[in-house]
């Protein structure tokens, strides 16, 4: 369990005069109770409250047998019956507690709906832990960069022309956990030729052809700490616009990755993305976020055009650029990067010039 972290909640508890806090987002829960089982987003669901003296971590039979209660941590599980009530949330089962200890005034971190109780924003204070890693989670990001890296370089050799959407994405799924994935962060995509035009597109039956774009998005989970990537590629012989536009799009995402260096105000990171996708023209194809959030319902650093956050040595993001031409093509990256003097990429692998384009 994190004590430093729940020391200042309970801080919070007493600066704010609050009868609990309650925490939602799963992960941050996990964090918070020691919990280093790898789970994606959808397999568990837990609301733990924090009153002054006590733990109570909320839940469904599902997510409780699948992980082991901490010691000091009391166990509130939700009935099948009012879990379908509430769709599959333990509503319940925090308002009859929280009724029992006649809570009224109650700290949120996350965005959480809670009629009859006055409820107070507090800072969360689980934002520095993810942003500004320590070296035992830097090193299992590394670990899982690795993974990634081995998984993609096995799928690779089975990429040529006729093979499926779906053949190449369960090949990704197989070699995450051939290589060491505990789990996938979430739906492995593979989409070839107009598919990519859309960034909504799921994987289908869509067959490879000569000429093609394709992408590749996939993460896993490993000791309870994700990771995601994005690599764009053609096969054979693309035509010229397309080929133009991976040397582009390779050249503003390698421009942008060394732009950021400490100091730099996160909006004027914004404005120099943009400005080199106008300079393109490619601004109306250019879809926001550059950098997304560091994993499922984990606020990250967002860069936005009103953002006036400082980059700062040790902070961890995702950084990603997206074009996407309706019924033509689309190309995306994405990297894991930590800041040191410059961007370092711990996810810089088969990018042999910078950029995440191979060409077949």
């Known amino acids: 369990m994190d004590k430093n972290i729940l020391s200042t909640l309970r801080k919070e508890l007493k600066e704010h005069n609050l009868d609990a806090i309650l925490i939602t987002n799963p992960y941050k829960i996990m964090y918070l109770l020691g919990i280093k089982d790898s789970f994606n987003l959808i397999e568990v669901g837990f609301y733990l409250l924090i009153t002054k003296k006590g733990l109570y971590l909320i839940g469904d039979p599902f997510s409780f047998s699948l992980i082991k209660t901490p010691d000091g941590v009391k166990k509130i599980e939700e009935s099948l019956k009012t879990l379908r009530e509430n769709r599959m949330n333990p509503v319940k089962g925090l308002n009859t507690l929280l009724k029992k200890l006649r809570a009224k005034k109650i700290g949120l971190i996350d965005r959480f709906n809670l009629p009859g109780y006055e409820t107070v924003s507090i800072d969360d204070p689980f934002i520095r832990h993810f942003l500004f890693p320590d070296k035992k989670r830097i090193d299992t ?50 989409i070839f030729g107009k598919n990519t035009s859309n960034p909504f597109s799921v994987s289908n039956n869509t067959r490879l052809n000569d000429g093609d774009p394709l992408i590749i998005n996939f993460g896993l989970i490993r000791s309870g700490i994700g ?94 650029i997206g074009l996407y031409f309706p019924k033509k093509y689309g190309i995306r990256f994405q990297d894991v990067i930590i800041l040191q003097d410059k961007a370092v990429n711990l996810t810089n692998f088969l990018n042999r010039k910078g950029a995440n384009v191979i060409s077949y």
């Not at 890296?149 to 190449?168: Q, R, W, Y």
């Not at 995450?176 to 995509?189: D, L, N, Q, V």
């Open 227 to 320: 990771i995601e990537v994005t690599r764009s590629y053609t096969i054979g012989s693309s035509d010229k616009n397309l080929k133009e536009l991976f040397l582009n799009t390779s050249n503003i995402y390698s421009k942008f990755l060394n732009f950021l260096t400490p100091g730099k105000m996160v909006k004027e990171v914004y404005k120099y993305v943009l400005e080199m996708a106008k300079e393109k023209g490619y601004i109306d194809n250019f879809l926001e976020p550059i950098s997304p959030p560091l994993s499922p319902n984990i606020d990250g650093i967002v860069f936005s055009p009103n953002n006036n956050s400082i980059l700062k040595p040790g902070m961890l993001f995702s950084t990603q």
């Open 141 to 190: 990001l590394k670990g899982n960069a690795e993974i990634c890296n081995k998984a993609l370089e096995e799928t690779l050799k089975d990429i040529k022309i006729g093979v499926s959407e779906i053949f190449i994405r369960n090949k990704i799924d197989e070699n995450i956990y051939h290589f060491g994935g505990e789990r996938r962060a979430f739906p492995t995509k593979v």
